[in-house]
């Protein structure tokens, strides 16, 4: 199964996160298909930089069957990509 999701980068306690498609079995720094956004965490909520995608590659993998995880889905809600809703994660 193909999944959209977070990839960890940068350094210790300098978080950036790369928005990739990839297989559900592989770890989540490793192998992955394409890098379809990327995401800064220490950037202002504001700020337009702090969530890039590329929309048109989202698209075709989400029609493809790619589920995206709960945090990309709530960025492609913000969009209008897919629908997301609040799940119980305790």
């Known amino acids: 199964m193909l999944r959209i999701r977070l990839a960890r980068g940068g ?13 559900s ?9 394409e890098k379809v956004g990327a995401y800064n965490p220490l950037l202002k909520k504001d700020d ?9 590659r989202i698209r075709e ?3 493809k069957g790619a ?4 945090r990309v889905a709530r960025f492609l809600a913000a969009e209008g990509l897919v629908a997301w809703q609040a799940g119980n994660n305790p």
């Open 25 to 33: 079995h592989s770890p989540r720094d490793g192998r992955f298909i």
């Open 67 to 70: 589920q995206p995880s709960d």
């Open 48 to 56: 337009p930089a702090r969530v890039t995608l590329k929309v048109e």
């Open 11 to 23: 350094a210790k306690k300098r978080p950036f996160y790369s928005i990739v498609v990839a297989d």
């Open 61 to 63: 993998w989400v029609a």
